[in-house]
Structure formats: C-alpha cells, structure tokens
C-alpha cells in the first residue's frame, strides 16, 4: 500500500517562498497513468487542489496559483516537490500531498486515492 509524508518548514516569512517535499513509499512516482498532487487547506475553509506532477514528469497546476507554483521530482529519492513563491498570509494552510486514483490528474476528497497526513504551514513574520 502506498504512504505519502510531507516534510518542510511550519513557518514560512511572507514574500518567502514555501518548499515542502513528499516522499513516497510503497509505490513508484513513475508507475504508469498515476498522478501526484500537492492540496491545501486554509483554515475554516475547504481543500484546494494546487496542482500535480505525472508519471511521465508533466506537470499540472491550479490556473490561481499557477504564477506562482512550481512542482519537481527527484526519481532516485522517489520524492515529489511543492514550491510556492511570494507568500501571503493567505497562504497559510494545513498542506497535503496525494496520489490520485489511477488515470485521474486532480483528486480533491479525502475519500479518493492516498493521502499523507498533512503539514501545517504558517506564514507570519
């Protein structure tokens, strides 16, 4: 079965740019037609779905955070990458990253896929 686990900072300056990378087990980044998203979700609001890398290293994102998201992987490590410039308070959020059921780009329900168990970002000064 495959686990996911974010790791990052949990505070973050504003105009900073956020990195937190998901390391994966149980499964490869490149196994054929699976996506792999990075979610957010803000405090008292519900999830948002930032944007995802595919198997094949294409890459997807929200058209509201695309000026500002970056998504990597590094195959050897099996791990997948978040980058979020120019951060706002807005931007705090608990954080999750997730793989999708196979053949699906954006998964944004608890329900679907596998999902790690989240980071909680904050940016303050």
Do not use: H
Not at 42 to 47: A, D, I, N, R
Not at 52 to 81: E, V
């Amino acid at each position: 079965q495959v686990q996911l686990q974010e790791s990052g900072p949990g505070l973050v300056k504003p105009s900073q740019t956020l990195s937190l990378t998901c390391t994966v087990s149980g499964g490869s980044i490149t196994t054929n037609y699976y996506y792999w998203s990075w979610i957010r979700q803000p405090p008292g609001k519900g999830l948002e779905w930032m944007g995802a890398i595919a198997y094949s290293g294409s890459t997807y994102y929200s058209p509201s955070l695309k000026s500002r998201t970056s998504i990597s992987r590094d195959t050897s490590k099996n791990q997948f990458t978040l980058q979020l410039s120019s951060v706002t308070p807005e931007d705090t959020a608990v954080y999750y990253c997730a793989r999708a059921p196979i053949g699906l780009v954006v998964v944004t329900t608890f329900t679907e896929g596998s999902w790690g168990q989240g980071t909680q970002v904050t940016v303050s000064s």
